[in-house]
């Protein structure tokens, strides 16, 4: 069974940083597609970063760019977010996503989603 696993989500200050872990199970993810969505409360879920198998692809919403950095160890199957400067806009659950093929980085693309970690941003 295949399962994503997010962890590292919490309450932080503005301007803040946190580190979300995801790790995958069930199978070997070396060779997939990984991101990170994000939904806050009343919102559509978004895009928040995406990374290729071998690190080459690598993209930002345009909100995460320069604050946010996405980083894969396939020896751990695992996929990282960390996350810097944080605002109060960059609360909700963030929810990491997993594919086999490099197409499209819509919600409707990803075979796989984790249940989701909490980050709360507020003083």
């Known amino acids: 069974q295949v399962q994503l696993v997010e962890s590292g989500g919490g309450l932080v200050q503005p301007g803040g940083s946190l580190r979300l872990s995801c790790v995958a199970s069930?199978?070997?993810?070396?060779?997939?597609?990984m991101g990170w969505f994000r939904q806050a409360p009343g919102k559509e879920r978004e895009f928040v970063a995406v990374?290729?198998?071998?690190?080459?692809?690598?993209n930002y919403a345009d909100s995460a760019k320069g604050r946010f950095t996405i980083s894969r160890d396939n020896a751990k199957n695992t996929v990282y977010l960390q996350m810097n400067s944080l605002k109060p806009e960059d609360t909700g659950v963030y929810y990491c996503?997993?594919?086999?093929?490099?197409?499209?980085?819509?919600?409707?693309?990803?075979?796989?989603w984790g249940q989701g970690t909490q980050v709360t941003v507020s003083s």
């Open positions: 996503v997993a594919k086999s093929d490099s197409g499209s980085w819509s919600a409707g693309a990803w075979d796989y």
């Open positions: 069930g199978r070997t993810f070396s060779r997939d597609t």
């Open positions: 990374l290729g198998w071998s690190s080459g692809i690598r």
